[in-house]
């Protein structure tokens, strides 16, 4: 959410920020007309954390002389006498259950279940997000406020040929063509169906791609199981995280970025590869229609469609072309000034509506 603080100290909102001491010189940096304050240490474990929200927060607040506080992750604290705004960024702990631990599951349902109960606003980063609440949760659409996520365009954006290099070197492909994954490599985001329908177009291709999988490792043990079948002469990467820097080149240098979700709040990984020029190949579910429009293209999330549909763009890089051009356009219409915009009017509603 540092694009979102960012935007709103820019737009001169007057901003506290409570954040971990970790993160105090940093927020320091990122926004210097705001105040940061800094909880205690044992905050950086989530169970005090969790605590801290419901009693060092709120002083925070009063001290802050706050008009609003907005909980930007799922749960609030229950005795703020403040107007609260929370946010809620998807509902797969109900309709994707089984692609969370079953303690975290718990623990965001009954949080989401509160907020959408008790918080004065709620914020969502889709249309998708805030229909699955009043479907999921009955609740009350006339305190729900969309704001869409933004892009920081001078972070992704089209990479330059040595960019391109540089990651493709560093990834040990050396000039080789690539398939591109980012994201955490947990059960929603469909990992193993991407690499068994990579793997069968692959097989059928005498120069294949490589296939990039990066991001954090998650928790789940199909993709191990899918990475272990992949037959010996095709190629499988795992760098793990990259670096900020390497995203424009790692996005941009990529044949086809594919973001296969069965669920998702809004998708941001797809629109930060469609601001670097990339081809997205992304599913129907949920948000990611709203992200993508016109300017990607889809596949049902069971391998059998993800290798028709991949096989389908690697074969015709035309269409590959004027999906970049039509992704670097589209993402180019969101920006956090807009999405800050959004949050004031939220922040603004709950003024006007009170702590009751």
């Not at 901003?15 to 001491?21: E, F, K």
């Not at 008009?67 to 403040?82: E, Q």
């Not at 008790?118 to 406020?145: F, G, M, Q, Y």
């Not at 002469?233 to 086809?256: I, K, Q």
């Amino acid at each position: 959410m540092d694009g979102l603080v960012c935007a709103l100290d820019a737009a001169g909102a007057d901003l506290a920020v409570a954040c971990q001491r970790a993160d105090e010189e940093r927020y320091g940096r990122l926004v210097p007309n705001a105040r940061v304050v800094a909880g205690p240490p044992a905050i950086a474990h989530r169970p005090a954390r969790l605590a801290w929200e419901q009693s060092g927060l709120p002083l925070v607040a009063q001290q802050a002389e706050a008009a609003v506080i907005h909980s930007p992750h799922y749960s609030m604290p229950l005795r703020p006498n403040k107007p609260v705004v929370v946010t809620v960024h998807d509902l797969t702990f109900f309709t994707e259950p089984d692609a969370h631990s079953p303690v975290i599951a718990t623990f965001y349902k009954a949080a989401i279940r509160t907020s959408a109960r008790r918080a004065t606003r709620l914020i969502v980063p889709s249309k998708a997000t805030r229909d699955e609440l009043v479907r999921v949760l009955a609740a009350d659409p006339t305190r729900i406020d969309v704001a869409y996520h933004g892009v920081d365009h001078a972070l992704f954006h089209r990479p330059t040929p040595v960019q391109l290099r540089q990651v493709s070197d560093r990834l040990g492909l050396h000039g080789r063509s690539y398939v591109a994954y980012l994201g955490t490599l947990e059960p929603r985001k469909n990992v193993p169906a991407l690499i068994n329908g990579w793997a069968a177009v692959a097989e059928q291709m005498p120069d294949p791609p490589a296939l990039v999988l990066a991001g954090a490792s998650g928790w789940s043990e199909e993709v191990d199981e899918a990475v272990a079948a992949v037959p010996a002469p095709l190629h499988l990467v795992r760098p793990g995280y990259l670096h900020f820097s390497d995203l424009p080149g790692f996005f941009g240098g990529a044949l086809v970025v594919a973001f296969p979700s069965t669920g998702e709040g809004f998708g941001l990984p797809a629109l930060e590869a469609m601001a670097c020029g990339a081809a997205v190949l992304t599913t129907h579910r949920t948000a990611l229609p709203e992200v993508g429009g016109d300017a990607v293209a889809y596949t049902e999330p069971d391998p059998a469609s993800i290798k028709t549909a991949l096989q389908a763009l690697l074969a015709d890089p035309e269409r590959r072309t004027a999906l970049g051009e039509a992704g670097y356009s589209r993402a180019m219409e969101f920006n956090w000034a807009s999405s800050a915009e959004a949050h004031m009017i939220s922040y603004e509603r709950a003024v006007a509506q009170g702590t009751g």
